[in-house]
């Protein structure tokens, strides 16, 4: 069997559906697992109707179901041929709307947004794109069956940066799932949403439903997962930032992990894990172009050459700083300062250290008042914001001679916080000014493969 991921923009109109439908049918042989994500900008609709409705916005709240609503049924309109499919459809959106309806006046009148609810409420995206999806498929003749990622995708109660729980899934995938592909059923389901075991819909961190695929490749150990997206694979650096980015015919896993963790939006920073521990071949496709070949990461690329393979960025992270004179290396001070992280969950990208100073980059920083008043106890703390993380990642990157002659030749001219070339032979990063973002990626990209 295979995993086919689709993306919120593969699925954000009825001419995109329409094109999924075909790549579907052209996979039919190899018993497709379809995940499908919610159509493009509806989970961000998603979670500002929450946001409105517990700040007493009711009214534009309501405002955003109904277009949710008038979006999905124009969709259905111009996708769905039979009169008997339009109807089921609908009838099914009908009931999808007045459940998130009923929930967001809940939130309004509570004055209150939990971890749960909105993970509730953002997994109607999903839940409506895939109804559509099944019956569309239907319609066209294949026989499709929708299975909810609740009956399967079994989570830790983080509700909306969850964990999967991969014995438990295995197993039903194996009871629930397998069946259905042995009668050569075309299996759909919802990516990005889970289920704790307490039965509280959760979901992955945004951008999940690459992680809801490839959880689900690993578990019934398929021969290939498909991330099907709008870009013709992965490539030298953001489209969005550089004019002609080179495609990248292959990569290896850990490759793509290092790009997918330091920001190249085409992959959720956890997909590659499940992938590389039960070495399945991940292929990254362009739904608007399916006849292009895309980009294969694998355990082991044909490349031997030290090269530089893509150039990846993040925006608005902070630097902490962390001083003391005296303890910095005396026996588990470090330790002390990750136990801090690890107790109010804030993640650190990169870490560089000096004689009387560790620096830190950090991104998700909801907590970082208590971690700065509990590390002010003992050092001193300063924190830097506005700054950019770029990472230069490629092949053997620590034996390519000059490579980092070539990146300060460029970078020399700005203003650098951080700098770190880990232990690993892949990436190279630094930090700088937000300001600074574009021009420099644009400059390394043209030095690198222009
Ligand atoms: P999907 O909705 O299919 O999940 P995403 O928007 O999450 O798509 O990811 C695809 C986008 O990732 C591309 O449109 C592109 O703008 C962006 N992107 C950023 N860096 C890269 C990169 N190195 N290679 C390919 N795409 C990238
Ligand atoms: N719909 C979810 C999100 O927007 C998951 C995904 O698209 O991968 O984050
Ligand atoms: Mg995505």
Redesign the pocket.
Known sequence: MIVMKF??TSVKDADAIKRVINIIKSRIDSKPVVVS??TAG???KLINIGNDSKSGNYEKAIKSIIEVKERHLNIINSLIKSDKHISKAIKKLNEQIAELSEIVKGIYLLKELSGRTLAKI?SF??LISTNILTIALIDRKVDTVLINANDFMITDDNFNNAEPQFNEIKKRLKNIVLPELKKNRVVVTQ??MGVSETGDIT??S?????YSASIIGACMKSKEIEIWTDVDGILSADPRIVNSPKILNEISFKEAAELAFFGAKVL?PSTIEPAIKNNIPVRILNSHRPQKPGTIIIKKTNSTKYDVKSITSKKNIKVLNIYSTKMLFAYGFLKKIFEIFDKYKTSVDLITTSEVNVSLTLENTNNLKYVIDELSEFAEVKLEENKALICVVGNNLKFMKGIEKRIFKVVGDFKISMISQGASLINISFVIENDDLEKVIKLLHKEFFE
Not at 206 to 210: F, Q, V, Y
């Open positions: 993306g919120g994500s919610a509806t989970t961000d953002s995206g999903e990516g990005f979901t992955f945004r951008g999940g439903s690459d959720h």
